[in-house]
T-cell receptor
Framework: KQEVTQIPAALSVPEGENLVLNCSFTDSAIYNLQWFRQDPGKGLTSLLLIQSSQREQTSGRLNASLDKSSGRSTLYIAASQPGDSATYLCAVRTSTNAGKSTFGDGTTLTVKP | DVKVTQSSRYLVKRTGEKVFLECVQDMDHENMFWYRQDPGLGLRLIYFSYDVKMKEKGDIPEGYSVSREKKERFSLILESASTNQTSMYLC????????????????FGPGTRLTVL
């Protein structure tokens, strides 16, 4: 059974700092990995999707990497801003589990002005 | 712009009531999902559907049922609401993991905050 872990659970940084969020998974037979952002009381917004054949994806100040062999993904946020404050979740879709994803518990990020 | 909509943002019901939560997507996706999200427990899959009239139990199906009569609509039904079903309910949709299909992103609705008194 796939297990997804996100460490740390919470992170507080000053504005302008570059930061890395981590996501680990136990079953490397993944189909894709998706990073989401969730603001309090809201739904999840898709940030980046990495297919199993890819090593990284970039969107603006965000860069997500994938290392299947080590069961890890990182989300890099450059030049953080107070508007980046949110909970970030990763979700892993495994090849053997058609359509379903396993979610981590998320990292709650606070960017202080 | 792709969109998943949920019928209500906030809902308050009484114990024992039958509750319907509706979800509609406009992306022609085959897969649709219902999750609940609770503090300390994360996102948990209740049911999902990979085609019209098809459904599969997720991790916590007890106390819930679903209906998928049309491709764009996936309904979650609480047959007899209980206080332990107070939660944030999130609907999502995605295309299936097919070879050659690049984008299989999962898209979420805004959520329904259900309170059962």
């Amino acid at each position: 059974k796939q297990e997804v872990t996100q460490i740390p659970a919470a992170l507080s940084v000053p504005e302008g700092e570059n930061l890395v969020l981590n996501c680990s998974f136990t079953d490397s037979a993944i189909y894709n990995l998706q990073w989401f952002r969730q603001d309090p009381g809201k739904g999840l917004t898709s940030l980046l999707l990495i297919q199993s054949s890819q090593r990284e994806q970039t969107s603006g100040r965000l860069n997500a990497s994938l290392d299947k062999s080590s069961g890890r993904s990182t989300l890099y946020i450059a030049a953080s801003q107070p508007g980046d404050s949110a909970t970030y979740l990763c979700a892993v879709r495994t090849s053997t589990n058609a359509g379903k994803s396993t979610f981590g518990d998320g990292t709650t990020l606070t960017v202080k002005p | 712009d792709v969109k998943v909509t949920q019928s209500s943002r906030y809902l308050v019901k009484r114990t024992g009531e039958k509750v319907f939560l509706e979800c509609v997507q406009d992306m022609d996706h085959e897969n649709m999902f219902w999750y609940r999200q609770d503090p300390g427990l994360g996102l948990r899959l209740i049911y999902f559907s990979y085609d019209v009239k098809m459904k599969e139990k997720g991790d916590i199906p007890e106390g819930y049922s679903v209906s998928r009569e049309k491709k764009e609509r996936f309904s979650l039904i609480l047959e007899s609401a209980s206080t332990n079903q107070t939660s944030m309910y999130l609907c999502a949709s995605s295309s299936p993991p097919l070879a050659g299909v690049v984008h299989n992103e999962q898209f979420f609705g805004p959520g329904t905050r259900l309170t059962v008194l």
